[in-house]
Nanobody
């Protein structure tokens, strides 16, 4: 079964940057669409950025121009480069891998806190 291990979260001041990483194992990475979701305190989980098997990407409007999702198929890794961070970006960020409705996997989540 797919396992996702996240890293890179932490505390950063507004305007700073963080790079989240997600390591994929247990299946064939190249057939999975990958994504980052986040859930702020008292909020619903939302899709932040997605990257398909062919490399096409999509972003929620609030992070366009600031965040970049990428995948390294040789290393079975997906990354989220987050620049110009704002307090409203504070959330638990989750890595997601999806092939079908029944093959949909989540990481444990990593905390990102943006505060001065």
């Amino acid at each position: 079964q797919v396992q996702l291990v996240e890293s890179g979260g932490g505390l950063v001041e507004p305007g700073g940057s963080l790079r989240l990483s997600c390591a994929f194992s247990g299946s064939v990475f190249g057939i999975y669409d990958m994504a980052w979701y986040r859930q702020g305190p008292g909020k619903q989980r939302e899709l932040v950025a997605g990257i398909s098997v062919d490399g096409s990407t999509n972003y929620v409007d609030s992070v366009k121009g600031r965040f970049t999702i990428s995948r390294d198929n040789a290393k079975n890794m997906v990354h989220l480069q987050m620049n110009s961070l704002k307090p409203e970006d504070t959330a638990v960020y989750y890595c997601n891998a999806k092939y079908t409705v029944l093959r949909d996997f989540w990481g444990q989540g990593t905390q990102v806190t943006v505060s001065s």
